[in-house]
Nanobody, 119 residues
Framework: QVQLVESGGGLVQAGGSLGLSCAASGSSYPIATMGWYRQAPGKQRELVARITSMSNTDYADSVKGRFTISRDNAKNTVYLQMNSLKPDDTGVYYC?????????????WGQGTQVTVST
């Protein structure tokens, strides 16, 4: 069972910066992709950014140029640096880890961390 422990988040004014980190433990198999998703009140959870073990990245259009995802494979930790934050970035941010085993993908989620951007 993979456990994800998130840290970071909080309250920041528009234009400010925040950093998130997520450490994975307990996986017996390589973690293929790690990423961040967010969910705003009344909205569906959406992808923010994800990164493969080979450091290939994928970003939501709304965060391109402002957010940077990175990963330390040795520590099974993923980071999200968020700059130029906007009120629309407010939501609960969830860490995700995708483990591949026998051609099946198993997804694990963190407990979520609140990010609030004030005007």
């Amino acid at each position: 069972q993979v456990q994800l422990v998130e840290s970071g988040g909080g309250l920041v004014q528009a234009g400010g910066s925040l950093g998130l980190s997520c450490a994975a433990s307990g996986s017996s198999y390589p973690i293929a992709t790690m990423g961040w998703y967010r969910q705003a009140p009344g909205k569906q959870r959406e992808l923010v950014a994800r990164i493969t073990s080979m450091s290939n990245t994928d970003y939501a259009d709304s965060v391109k140029g402002r957010f940077t995802i990175s990963r330390d494979n040795a520590k099974n930790t993923v980071y999200l640096q968020m700059n130029s934050l906007k009120p629309d970035d407010t939501g609960v941010y969830y860490c995700n880890a995708a483990v591949l085993w026998l051609q099946n993908e198993y997804n694990y989620w963190g407990q979520g961390t609140q990010v609030t951007v004030s005007t």
